[in-house]
């Protein structure tokens, strides 16, 4: 498969069953930091180990407690965090349909250090990135579709 082919498959497979988001790490201030993480749950193991060996990042696995959740199937999920993450979504942008406008906050998230650290001013526009993300990631509705989003 082609780089670009990969890309889109992959951009595919994480609008349907996957995530972009901005997570906070550590455990109280001053070390929590927030962090960029993509990633997708699947009860189809093999294809999660496929993502992990083809790009990076960790498996976990859950499973629904009895009356809780869609399915009681065992669920694998994959996911990388930070600057691998960010590259990550930056390529997959352009191909991204459903979670595009998460990857855009994503990638001006990651350009608000300076020099690898982040000053007041930089750490508010990061909280206020994240927010965003978290916002259309809790749209109930499903992502919001743009009349233009398939328009090539």
């Known amino acids: 498969m082609k780089i670009t082919e990969e890309l889109a498959w992959l951009a595919g497979f994480i609008d349907g069953d996957g995530y972009i988001s901005i997570c906070w790490r550590g455990s109280k201030p001053p070390y929590k930091y927030l962090r960029a993480i993509v990633g997708a749950t699947q009860a189809n193991f093999e294809i999660i180990c496929y993502l992990r060996d083809r790009y990076g990042g960790h498996i976990s696995t859950w499973k629904n ?3 809780i959740g869609v399915t009681k199937k065992q669920q694998f999920q994959w996911a ?15 191909y991204l349909k459903i979670k595009r406008e998460q990857a855009l906050i994503v990638k001006e998230f990651s350009g608000l250090s300076i020099n690898g650290r982040k000053n007041k001013e930089s750490r ?7 927010e965003k993300v978290v916002s259309l990631n809790n749209y109930k509705g499903g992502n919001l579709i743009h009349e233009n989003m398939f328009a090539e």
């Open 65 to 67: 407690k009895e009356g």
């Open 80 to 94: 990388m965090e930070g600057t691998c993450a960010e590259e990550l979504i930056v390529r997959l942008t352009p």
């Open 124 to 130: 508010t526009r990061q909280i206020e990135c994240r």
